[in-house]
């Protein structure tokens, strides 16, 4: 086997699973346009249709082949074949999945092994397949596919977030593991992207008791109001930070709010969680309802005023197209950040308090003995315990 070190992306080897549909096809059609040689992979037999269609700047053609990836000999099968055939294997993206929408309490037991064969198991048989081929050549590239559902809570796609939480897991875990052999791990935390995941996909699993059709109409509906980013804009941004190492990826940037506050404060998190998941509910399960109006975040009202300029801001000074956010969403996300802000200030004048009376508790010393005093937090009082 070749072994000539990571090569990115021009002259690379990739395997896309996932790859026939949305992000996965995203990010094949990319890659090959940077120079990488694209296997595309997927459970849909179009997955050779696109491939067919992808011009490559390597001049290779892209290849496409039917594999279910809940089937680790096949996909094994398939992994080393192209090891084989190209004498290394660069990267591979770990990107198949399917999500579930609705309730935990109608979820049943096929729902929930259906998701995590597809979206945890998929990404575990990769990995086993792929990561002994890289320890051998002593580079490549694992990028898993998990979501900000795998960084936030998630209600209404519980077995869904569970998968991505663990993916996460996993992608963080490997990632130190296989440093020290010359192997990378990064995992993709898409937020909403125009994919046909937005409606279902053609694998999706509903669960609620409302027609199918009713059902993927709504979804679409209630995620255009987050103003989805273009798949392909997704793939540029992923790849950009997939060359630099990134370990954790978040496309759209202003998406990492979301994390950040979820790391910050899971109490703060949980609480915006509950206000989502209760206009989300009502939304995509409840009576049918009058189509709602987006409405601009607007600086100029003074509620929102800080939350607008930070989500305008966005990570990396990037700004917001104007109408990104229901009016109700603009409402919990500003509660949120004014309790957020009002429980920073409360801690810091707690700690400052709390520092000031901590001086009084030092170890006071006199010419030849020393007493150490404990304080006792309110009374204003210390007793001596002994010197």
């Not at 791990?185 to 909403?192: A, D, E, F, N």
Request: with cysteine.
């Amino acid at each position: 086997m070749t072994s000539t070190g990571l090569r990115v992306f021009d002259g690379a080897v990739a395997i896309v699973t996932g790859a026939a549909s949305g992000i996965g096809r995203a990010l094949s059609e990319e890659l090959a346009r940077r120079g990488a040689s694209v296997v595309l992979a997927d459970v849909q037999p179009e997955v050779a249709d696109v491939a067919a269609g992808i011009p490559c700047a390597s001049g290779r053609a892209a290849s496409g082949c039917t594999i279910d990836v809940t089937d680790f000999d096949g996909l094994r099968h398939l992994i080393e074949g192209v090891a084989g055939r190209y004498g290394r294997l660069d990267c591979i993206f770990n990107n198949a999945g399917i999500a579930a929408g609705g309730e935990l309490r109608d979820h049943t037991l096929a729902a929930w092994n259906r998701v995590i064969d597809v979206n945890l198991r998929g990404v575990i048989h990769g990995v086993q397949a792929a990561y002994p081929i890289m320890l051998r050549q002593g580079f490549g590239h694992i990028v898993n596919t998990a979501s900000m559902q795998g960084l936030m809570p998630s209600p209404l796609t519980a077995s869904y977030s569970t998968t991505k939480h663990a993916i996460v897991g996993l992608s963080k875990a490997l990632r130190v593991e296989a440093a020290g052999a010359g192997v990378r791990v990064s995992v993709l935390c898409p937020g909403v992207i125009r994919t046909p995941l937005l409606s279902g996909g053609k694998h999706g699993i509903f669960i609620a008791a409302i027609p199918e059709p009713e059902q993927r109409d709504r979804a679409l509906r209630y995620f255009e109001r987050l103003r989805p980013m273009d798949v392909r804009q997704f793939a540029v941004k992923a790849l950009d930070q997939v060359a630099r190492n990134h370990a954790i990826i978040v496309v759209p940037a202003w998406w990492k709010v979301f994390w950040w506050l979820d790391r910050l404060s899971p109490r703060l998190s949980l609480f915006v969680a509950q206000r989502v998941f209760e206009s989300a509910r009502r939304d995509l399960f409840g009576p049918s309802q009058p189509k709602r109006q987006c409405v601009a975040v607007r600086s100029g009202v003074a509620a929102d005023a800080a939350l607008a300029d930070e989500l305008r801001a966005g990570a990396h000074g990037r700004r917001l197209k104007a109408g990104a956010f229901s009016e109700e969403t603009v409402h919990v996300l500003s509660e949120a950040v004014h309790v957020l802000v009002h429980g920073l200030r409360a801690t810091t004048m707690k700690l400052d308090h709390e520092r000031a009376h901590a001086r009084r508790c030092d170890q006071v010393r006199e010419p030849e003995t020393v007493y150490v005093y404990e304080y006792v937090y309110g009374d204003g009082a210390g007793r001596r315990l002994g010197g």
